[in-house]
């Protein structure tokens, strides 16, 4: 259930690159070192220049990001994964602070004010971060470039032989690159900084895939030369491309198989908190502090957890009476037990389970056309950007989680994806589905995702920009939606007991999120003792559960985010419900909630307050 998000806040960790051996046009000069041209006139004429200059940084930082949103200058490029690269990065990031703290914040407007809060929260947060050295552990529980790399192609927009020339020019790179990943690895076994080895089993085989007999004997048989497959244009790239798989990239991934084989993931550490880790308890904390976008603690959120737990337990058990369960007939000795019996029968009978990959995707498909038709009542703004429902690749699909989002991009003309897994069908329920529609397409992760892409009248930063308390908060608050859809059928989307139940079982899945995250990182729990709390306290099947545990374990804190920004958004709403009463309007809250693009959570509660509070004066008028 993960929001992949293509931004270099994630592709931090998933992708990499090697020094840049071409610059963009206008990239001579060091971005954030003194201008040349005469000093900004005004301060907010100085927030333009730095905002350009921070969007140019962040998209030369990850330029693969850059070319899948469209910036055809980046097209060549990989990112500098090397220590020079990072120390580089970090200098810049200084200058830029530096500048920021130059401007005299009192001339700028309100939405400049903000760009200028938002810009200086990123570049804080990523100085802060610099410390923990996480370019050191590349590959975790959800991948790598074993994993995401291989990827890369079908988000790429080629559409044309220039751009399958400037793609074949990349892939002569990606070798490189995968040596500068070997070597930060190698320093972090050095310093003791290693990812927990639980989670790791499958990256050498993951990364063995990318060199198998099939690629060794034909190398159009890779996934990095699929985008030549369907077209006809350049020749000439094509076997440029063909020729850096067969010399680059395929002894790139055997390199990088044997090395995680024989010598990392053996020397990787048995712990798995990352309280126990070399960068121990402030580690963890500022996982938390970045992930949630506030100063909750770990104890404050273990202690949320729990309640939730309880307070959704509670819930479940109302919506198995509605339920043609046999067990309703019987009596148990507790209501624990029943609840127990219960998901023990979702997770052995087959009439919640399909057989066959295509009718998982056909149904999913079918609840998004019921999907599309509620969205005009409940949003003003609908994205023009599509999506579609795509499977997941067969390689990745084993250890990864039942389904992600790809977001699409408005400037390259490339639609979304809601990504599915069809691995072990038997353990994809039915009544999961309405839910994870929603979440991943719409009106959850498209549907933000390509709201904030769209945007008009702001600075390219704030289309860029992601934080995960928000845009999982979101997703996971448009679950809820569903109970609101489909006017005069009571339920809504969830009109169904089974899918209700597959609502709280999802909602009450990330509500154990806070409760085993902070027990893993902060507090000594066992791999085994939290799988032990999730399957008794979610309706998961255990492939899932063990699945979705060494998640939280390679990626401290995220998973905290989601239920943390749902309970803030509900906030929100209830709150201005009461402040507006019948004047109300649902439609326009959710406007204005995702019309300025993702922020950090209290950011945004101090911007739906301001809109509170002009919707009272406007009436008292």
Known sequence: MNHVRICASILGTFFVAVPCLAQPDGLAQPVGAPAAQTVPSSASTALRSLLDDYVRFSRESDPISASMDGQSAYDELVRDESPEGYAARAKTRRSLLARLDALDASALSEAERLDADLVRYELVSAIEGERFFFEQMPVTALGGPQTWLPQMGEQLPLRD??????????????????AQQIDQMRAGLKAGRTPPRVVLRQSAAQARAQASAEILADATRSPFYKPFLNSAQNPEAAARAKAAIEKSIVPAYAALAEFLEKEYVPNCRETIGTAQSVDGAPAYDYALRTQTTTGMTAQEIHALGLAEVARLRA??????????????????ASPDAKLAAFIEFLRTDPRFYFTKPEDLLNAYRAIAKRVDPELHRLFGRIPETQYGVREMPRFMAPTSPTAYYYPGSSRAGRPGYFVANTYRLDQRPKYAMVALTLHEASPGHHFQTMIQDELEGVHEFRRLSSYTVFVEGWALYAERLGLEMETGSEGGMYADPYDDFGRLGFEIWRANRLVVDTGIHAMGWTRERAIEYMLANTAETPLNVEREVDRYIGWPGQATAYKIGELRIRAIRAKAERALGAKFDLRAFHDHLLGAGALPIEVLERRMERWMERWIESAAR
């Open 161 to 178: 032989g220039a751009s399958l020339a400037r793609y074949a020019v990349r892939l002569e790179k990606i070798g490189p690159m995968i």
């Open 315 to 332: 819930e479940m058990l109302a919506v198995i009476a509605r339920t043609d369960w046999e067990g309703n007939a019987r009596e148990f």
